[in-house]
C-alpha cells in the first residue's frame, strides 16, 4: 500500500451503535488530520494530531473520539451519533505542521447514519 | 485570519476549450496558496502549490496558476479541457504568520462536454 489509506470505505450505522474508523499513512509523515467533508461546504477540520499528540480539537463534539496510538495509524471512534453526522470523512497526512506543507488525502469514508 | 472564495460552484466547458477556475483568498499575512483536485469516490490531491517563489506555478495535468496579489487572486488555469478533469477543484490558503492549517474554499465543480 501507498499513501494514505482509509478502512472502511462505506459506513451505515444506527444512532446506537459504536463504530471505528481507520487511517494509515504510509509516507513516514509526522502529522495527521481527520476532516469532515459535507456537500457544498467547506472541508471541516475536526482534529490534528502531531507525533501522536494531539495538537488541535477544533470544537468538535464529545461523541466523535480521536486516537493515534502512533504516527501511522489514525482512528476516529464514532458513538451514539446523529443523521447531521452523515458525511465523508477524509484523512490526511503530511510531513510536519508548515504552512508550506502539501496535505495527502485518504479516499475518504463515507458515512450513513440512520 | 484568512478566508477563500470560489467564484462558482460549477463550471461547464466543452472538450478542448480553456478552462478557468476563480479563486480570491483574504489574508493578513502573505499567503501561501494551493489547488487541490478530487475525483469521484477518491480524496483530494495536490494540482499546484504557491510558496512565495515564481508567481506563475504550473502544476500536474497541464494546469497552471497565476498569484496575482494586486488582485488577491489564484486562479487556476488550463489551455484545453480534457474529458478526464472533470471532477472537484478546491482552493486554499494557508498562511506565513504561523497558522500552518490551510482554509478550503467551498469547491467548484468541473463538468467537461463532449
Known amino acids: 500500500e501507498t499513501g494514505v489509506t482509509q478502512t472502511p470505505r462505506h459506513l451505515v450505522m444506527g444512532m446506537t451503535n459504536k463504530k471505528s474508523l481507520k487511517c494509515e499513512q504510509h509516507?513516514?509523515?509526522?502529522?495527521m488530520y481527520w476532516y469532515k467533508q459535507s456537500a457544498k461546504k467547506p472541508l471541516e477540520l475536526m482534529f490534528v494530531?502531531?507525533?501522536?499528540?494531539?495538537?488541535e480539537n477544533n470544537s468538535v463534539p464529545s461523541r466523535f473520539s480521536p486516537e493515534c496510538p502512533n504516527s501511522s495509524h489514525l482512528f476516529l471512534h464514532l458513538h451514539t451519533l446523529q443523521p447531521e453526522d452523515s458525511a465523508l470523512y477524509l484523512c490526511a497526512s503530511s510531513q510536519d505542521r508548515m504552512s508550506t506543507d502539501t496535505q495527502y488525502f485518504g479516499p475518504g469514508t463515507r458515512l450513513t447514519v440512520l | 485570519a484568512q478566508s477563500v472564495t470560489q467564484l462558482g460552484s460549477h463550471v461547464s466547458v466543452s472538450e478542448g476549450a480553456l478552462v478557468l477556475l476563480r479563486c480570491n483568498y483574504s489574508s493578513s499575512v502573505p499567503p501561501y496558496l494551493f489547488w487541490y483536485v478530487q475525483y469521484p469516490n477518491q480524496g483530494l490531491q495536490l494540482l499546484l502549490k504557491y510558496t512565495s517563489a515564481a508567481t506563475l506555478v504550473k502544476g500536474i495535468n497541464g494546469f497552471e496558476a497565476e498569484f496575482k496579489k494586486s488582485e488577491t487572486s489564484f486562479h487556476l488555469t488550463k489551455p484545453s479541457a480534457h474529458m478526464s478533469d472533470a471532477a472537484e477543484y478546491f482552493c486554499?490558503?494557508?498562511?506565513?504568520?504561523?497558522?500552518?492549517?490551510?482554509?478550503f474554499g467551498r469547491g467548484t465543480s468541473l463538468i467537461v462536454h463532449p
Open positions: 494530531y502531531s507525533l501522536e499528540e494531539r495538537v
Open positions: 509516507l513516514g509523515h509526522n502529522a
Open positions: 486554499a490558503v494557508s498562511d506565513s504568520g504561523g497558522s500552518y492549517i490551510p482554509t
